[in-house]
């Protein structure tokens, strides 16, 4: 027989009223911790900031930011090697091709750090593609205060209605029994002890990426890309026409000069709203970054599950019971009953 | 009627602070240090580039942290001038700017490579080898708030006004450029409109700057310099 079945003489089980104490306690931390992290105004911006991001992170638009990289930087070889030597009368004279075309030669000078600083950020976040894909994959952000906030109102309630209402614990008990085990089984449901050490992976590549200072040196780099672009386009192009080359010609002997110019607005197309995306989310990036470590999270359900459910589970009865005294006829009311006591 | 005689006082008062306030045009329009309203079309001049000397409808772009006196200064590749940090306007379809009304973006607004579509205040101008242009929409496309129309007033040779609606358009992607931005607010180097009216030729030039917020040129402020004629409206 179970130590909270109603018992031959006439007894309702009573649970320990400290295991029910430290249960609410529980519930109402979980209640507590949302607003504690400021989590109802953090965590809608992480929902944002991941669908923002959306859009940019797929293999094949990470692929084509770097390929656009790649591109830029090709155009930029070829124009200050070949194209240099040929407008130059098949010598490269540095001194006069930086008189002729100062623009593209500050631009050349400055491409390397801007190549090196670019491809290093687009190498970073094509890494955590898979990490990002995981972070994405969990439900939504917005959700999460309530995943506490609920479970913990509920498992208050269960709590006090059990402490003052003692002959209702047999019922209560299964359901703080099973909240307890839906707050363990809820991070194992949604992956998240997979995808939590993800998304703090990503949480951590992405603190050097995300701040007012990265995004206004790229805004920099695109300035000095476009001026720089701009050369190629406006002053060497013509430099080449004027040489005596057609379009066709000068597609044959600078490829790369040629498919930069062709690609350019493409590669704007494509740049100038991860640019934007970058900058519109460093407040949202720095908001979530404010929160508990995303691994943390799953325990922030495990522990208090475990708490929940074991102390309801082995709450039981206390060795004192209620005993049942008819009232009204067939309903009973029960009162304290010292069962062991002498 | 005591009552009434104080309502009427209180409604004359009011009528007074409104045309005051430059709300309402006064009967004796911008002479007498009245505001007035100028509803018409501010005609602008095309851009011009004179060796160092810029004059007429252009624009320009300062870095963050740059100032309105010395920059740092975007460079456009596809300016006309010499500084090329000057983006000149050449006068769209209606001349310029119309004010009491809205100018809006077309539909579609782009072109497929991002080319700013609208040409009625200025004429789509290259901008690093993608079209941009201006409109003014009823509700600001970049940040989808309702906007009032343009309004300028002039008193006693100076003007003021509002372009919240103003809404440069490049790349498929919109930057509120208006003063004060859409809501009222005048974030960072934002500087209320300011300019001049000649009431005998209607000459006028108008300036401001706007600070971008949000989008890849967040932090970047347009220095706008407007001049032409006001055309009033019939």
Not at chain 2, 112 to 129: C, E, H, R
Request: overall charge positive; charged content about 10%; proline content about 7%.
């Amino acid at each position: 027989m179970s130590n909270d079945s109603v018992d031959p003489a006439g007894t309702v089980p009573r649970p320990k009223r400290w295991a029910l104490v430290v249960i609410a306690c529980v519930g109402a931390a979980l209640v507590v911790m949302p607003f504690a992290f400021t989590m109802f105004s953090k965590t809608p911006q992480g929902a944002v900031m991941i669908a923002q991001f959306k859009p940019f992170m797929t293999t094949a638009r990470l692929y084509g930011f770097q390929t656009d990289l790649r591109e830029i930087n090709a155009g930029v070889r070829q124009s200050d090697t070949s194209v240099a030597s040929y407008l130059g009368g098949g010598t490269v004279d540095q001194r006069a091709f930086a008189s002729a075309y100062p623009t593209f030669v500050s631009f050349n000078a400055q491409w390397p750090a801007i190549d090196r600083k670019m491809t290093s950020l687009m190498d970073q976040v094509q890494g955590n593609l898979g990490n990002y894909l995981a972070v994405a994959a969990l439900p939504s952000f917005k959700l999460f205060p309530y995943f506490f906030v609920l479970p913990g109102l509920l498992i208050l309630g269960f709590a006090v209605v059990a402490l003052r209402r003692p002959r209702g614990w047999r019922s209560g008990r299964w359901v703080l029994v099973a909240l307890g085990v839906g707050l363990i089984a809820a991070p194992g449901i949604f992956q998240m002890f997979q995808r939590a050490p993800k998304g703090g992976q990503m949480m951590t590549a992405f603190k050097t990426i995300e701040t007012d200072q990265n995004v206004q040196q790229i805004q920099g780099y695109f300035g000095t890309m476009a001026e720089g672009q701009g050369a190629i386009r406006l002053e060497l192009v013509p430099g080449l026409h004027h040489a005596g080359l057609d379009a066709a010609q000068i597609a044959s002997r600078f490829p790369a000069v040629a498919s930069l110019d062709a690609h350019w607005v493409h590669i704007l197309n494509d740049m100038t709203p991860m640019i934007g995306a970058m900058s519109d989310n460093v407040a949202r990036y720095q908001a979530i970054a404010s929160l508990p470590p995303f691994p943390l999270f799953p325990w922030f359900f495990v522990l208090p599950g475990v708490i929940v459910a074991g102390l309801a589970f082995a709450a039981g009865s206390d060795r004192k019971a209620l005993a049942l005294k008819p009232t009204r006829g067939v309903q009973t009311e029960a009162v304290p009953h010292y069962q062991g006591a002498t | 009627m005591i009552s009434r005689s104080r309502t009427a006082a209180l409604l004359a008062l009011a009528s007074l602070s409104l045309i005051a306030a430059g709300v309402v045009p006064s009967p004796a329009g911008a002479s007498g240090g009245k505001a007035k309203a100028l509803v018409g079309t501010f005609k602008l001049d095309a851009g011009s580039c004179q060796g160092s000397s810029v004059t007429g409808t252009y624009f320009r772009m300062i870095f963050p942290h740059g100032t309105v006196a010395n920059g740092k200064f975007f460079d456009n590749p596809d300016s006309l001038c010499s500084d090329k940090t000057y983006t000149l306007a050449i006068p769209g379809t209606q001349g310029g700017l119309v004010t009491g009304n809205y100018q809006p973006d077309p539909s579609p607004a782009f072109t497929a490579q991002g080319g700013a579509a609208a040409n009625d205040i200025v004429q789509p101008q290259g901008f690093t080898a993608i079209n941009f242009s201006i409109a003014t929409n009823k509700k600001d496309p970049q940040t989808g708030t309702a906007v009032p129309p343009p309004s300028i007033t002039v008193k006693n040779g100076k003007l003021t006004g509002q372009t919240e609606a103003w809404s440069a358009a490049w790349n498929k992607l919109y930057f509120n450029q208006g003063s004060p931005k859409p809501g009222g607010s005048h974030p960072g180097l934002t500087t209320p409109l300011t300019g001049t009216y000649d009431a005998s030729s209607r000459a006028f030039v108008i300036t401001w700057t706007s600070q971008v917020v949000g989008g890849p040129f967040n932090g970047f402020t347009g220095d706008w310099h407007l001049s032409g004629t006001f055309v009033p409206a019939k």
